[in-house]
């Protein structure tokens, strides 16, 4: 806590150092470490008295704390020689060497490398790859088998996804995609990030329950994907098509689609950017406690929508290694790493057959307006299908 940027900013380095603080500027203990924790510029009132008591102007505060505005933006861009004579050899000496790593499981299409993704990521080939795509650990203080810590601060959890993401853009190809999994407030700082250097494609919600009860809150229901290209067009782009909505009962139309009936594309509904379809993985028999699989549906849908067979994709975070057997039942060329243990991963590759079924499974239901069985009970029960309309 005492290291994060207002702290070390206000040159507070522990308990007795608040407190002197707090009477001094007479602003709650709990309001201080609110701002510290939460990487909040201090606001009005509690501004003004940090600036009297520590004798800074606004601008210089600003600049501590990593806040910059348009107007600093400007400032900086004008002055980009001198301030990067002065910073230059700063940043150089953070430059670490690149090492070769070992992959420790490979498939024909694979390559599974036990290592922290950060090193990883420098020693891959720069332009490579054609789909990240990344479901990092949250901070919610899980437990994760390689023994993670999964609560950092937040300026730290921010600081180590600012490091991976940008790691992760140099690999990308030109017009290649990037998806990033997290929760919706994570995922407003890695827009921040990625607006920088990559086209928003997308912010998809998927629709999963959290299952955690939070007070004084709507109740979020919703993960967010990102979905960004390097460039203005992605090199690949399928259009993934879903089957209309019916009641599972009677067959009838959930929604109504009016006068448009006999515009449907028979192939199926054009995808949305809210995916409703999408269940959290509870009874998989590879689904182990800690692994926070994600479901094959989702990777088969991402994976079929932005990437060609014999693409490259890479996942920096494994976890039991959906996108790599997604990937490999898809004939795409997959890099993978996982920091803890990895026999769930290798498992789920020895039934990989099972995993080619559920696939197929997913597959033969998708890019169809109806399947087979839903036009039985439609027809049974006497609701319109494509050759009933008149076109
Ligand atoms: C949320 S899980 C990914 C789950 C995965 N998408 C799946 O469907 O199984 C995140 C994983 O990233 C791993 N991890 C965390 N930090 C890492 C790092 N620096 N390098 C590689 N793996 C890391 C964790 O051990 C954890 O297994």
Redesign the pocket.
């Known amino acids: 806590m005492f290291e994060n940027k207002l702290f070390t900013a206000l040159n507070i380095s522990d308990n007795e150092g608040l407190k002197v603080f707090a009477k001094k500027t007479k602003i709650k203990i709990a309001k201080l470490k609110y701002y510290n924790n939460e990487s909040i510029f201090p606001n009005d009132d509690d501004l003004t008295r940090i600036l009297e008591v520590i004798n800074i102007s606004e601008l210089e505060f600003k600049l501590k704390m990593g806040i910059f505005d348009s107007k600093i933006f400007q400032a900086i861009s004008d002055h980009a020689k001198n301030i990067t004579n002065i910073i230059e050899s700063d940043l150089k000496k953070n430059n670490s060497k690149t090492e070769e790593y070992i992959p420790i499981f490979e498939t024909a299409l694979g390559k599974l490398y036990q290592?922290?993704?950060?090193?990883?990521i420098k020693s891959l080939e720069k332009q490579s790859v054609d789909l990240i795509?990344a479901?990092?650990?949250?901070n919610l203080n899980?437990r994760?088998?390689?023994n993670?810590n999964?609560k950092l601060t937040k300026e730290k959890y921010l600081e180590?996804t600012e490091n991976?993401v940008l790691g992760c853009l140099e690999l990308l190809k030109e017009g290649g995609s990037f998806f990033i999994?997290n929760l919706p407030s994570w995922n407003t700082h890695i827009s921040s990030i990625l607006n920088k250097y990559l086209t928003l494609r997308h912010w998809i919600a998927v629709d999963i329950k959290y299952n955690l009860p939070i007070p004084n809150s709507l109740y979020p229901s919703h993960y967010s994907l990102l979905y960004y290209t390097k460039g203005k067009k992605p090199n690949t782009f399928i259009q993934e098509r879903l089957q209309l909505e019916i009641c599972k009962r009677c067959g009838a139309d959930i929604k109504d689609y009016g006068g448009y009936k006999n515009k449907l594309n028979t192939k199926g509904l054009t995808l949305p950017d809210v995916w409703r379809d999408i269940s959290p993985?509870r009874h998989n028999k590879y689904k182990t406690r800690?692994?926070?699989?994600?479901?094959i549906n989702l990777?088969e849908r991402i994976i079929s929508m932005a990437s060609n067979e014999g693409d490259i994709v890479f996942?920096?975070?494994?976890?039991?290694?959906?996108?790599y057997i997604v990937s490999e039942v898809l004939n795409r060329r997959w890099i993978g790493?996982?920091?803890?243990p990895i026999d769930?991963?290798i498992n789920r590759f020895e039934d990989i057959e099972f995993h080619r079924q559920q696939i197929i499974d997913i597959q033969n239901k998708k890019n169809i307006l109806f399947t087979e069985e839903m036009r039985k009970i439609r027809k049974k029960n006497g609701y319109w299908l494509p050759e009933t309309l008149k076109r």
């Open positions: 290592e922290d993704s950060l090193s990883l795509f479901d990092p650990p949250f899980k994760y088998e390689s993670m999964d180590w991976w999994w993985v800690d692994s926070n699989q994600l479901p990777l996942d920096p975070f494994g976890g039991s290694g959906t996108t790493s996982e920091i803890g769930s991963i």
